[in-house]
């Protein structure tokens, strides 16, 4: 049975990691709009994971903003790639559950039963998320100088 305390901390693991990835993603995603015929014709979420920058572009942001050399670069771009799989991989899950859960209608039959799996269900893929994008956070360090970390750490401050 999901409980309120693991659904209070399972939020709030959640949205530590949507603010990361929103962190993460602004400071190296270019802010041009995404070209409205590229787009067209597809869900929401299909057009934003492919407008969304590559795993060499976020890589050459990160070089250019942190001064990496080729080799770490490389590296980064090479992280990027494999955990971005893994990430995408369960928020597609995660997703599905969560279109899947309200899509229930309180009126069918085992409506509680089906809230409370799908919400057990989407617990686990948020916790399973914040692991990945930890993970990720953790693998990009160990590449890092700690003078580049502490650049990296600095907000950006807008330019007026």
Avoid: C, W
């Avoid at 693991?13 to 014709?41: M, R």
């Avoid at 057990?120 to 970390?149: C, D």
Wanted: glycine fraction near 6%; hydrophobic fraction near 35%.
């Amino acid at each position: 049975m999901f409980n309120r305390k693991k659904a209070g901390m399972i939020g709030v693991i959640g949205l530590s990691a949507a603010i990361i990835t929103g962190v993460a993603v602004s400071a190296y995603a270019e802010t041009k709009a995404p070209n409205n015929a590229a787009v067209q014709g597809q869900t929401v979420p299909e057009a934003q994971m492919n407008t969304a920058p590559s795993h060499e572009q976020l890589a050459s942001r990160m070089a250019q903003q942190l001064g990496l050399d080729e080799k770490t670069q490389s590296k980064v771009s090479d992280l990027f790639e494999k955990d971005g799989k893994a990430i995408r991989t369960i928020q597609e899950q995660l997703h599905s559950t969560q279109v899947e859960l309200s899509s229930l209608s309180p009126s069918s039959k085992n409506y509680m039963d089906k809230v409370d799996d799908l919400a057990e269900e989407s617990g686990e893929l948020t916790e399973a998320l914040t692991i990945a994008f930890a993970k990720n956070r953790a693998g990009l360090y160990e590449l890092l100088t700690p003078q580049q970390i502490e650049k990296l750490e600095t907000p950006v401050q807008p330019q007026s």
